[in-house]
């Protein structure tokens, strides 16, 4: 799903639940700042909740050993911090 068609879908759920009219340039100025909040969040090694859907938060992978496809050469994958999703109780329920 491209951001356009999340938009599209939300703008659409919005109406059929007859809230309060929400236009699509605002519904993208939202998400824009929802991606600001949860990277600055994560930056600072915090955990973003996403009621109804899970919790966003990091992890730290080990420094490990691996090989170049191309190659066949043994190279060292140094350890980082990666982005991890725990999905909710009603999300794993849903599906």
Not at 68 to 77: D, L, V
């Amino acid at each position: 799903m491209t951001k356009t068609e999340l938009i599209e879908n939300i703008a659409e759920d919005i109406r059929i639940q007859h809230l309060r009219a929400t236009n699509k340039a605002d519904l993208a100025a939202f998400l824009d700042s929802l991606a600001a909040v949860t990277t600055r969040a994560l930056l600072a090694n915090d955990s973003v909740p996403l009621l109804g859907l899970g919790k966003l938060s990091t992890s730290q992978r080990a420094a490990r050993s691996g090989r170049n496809p191309a190659t066949g050469e043994s190279i060292e994958i140094p350890a980082r911090r990666v982005p991890h999703f725990s999905p909710s109780k009603m999300l794993k329920d849903a599906l």
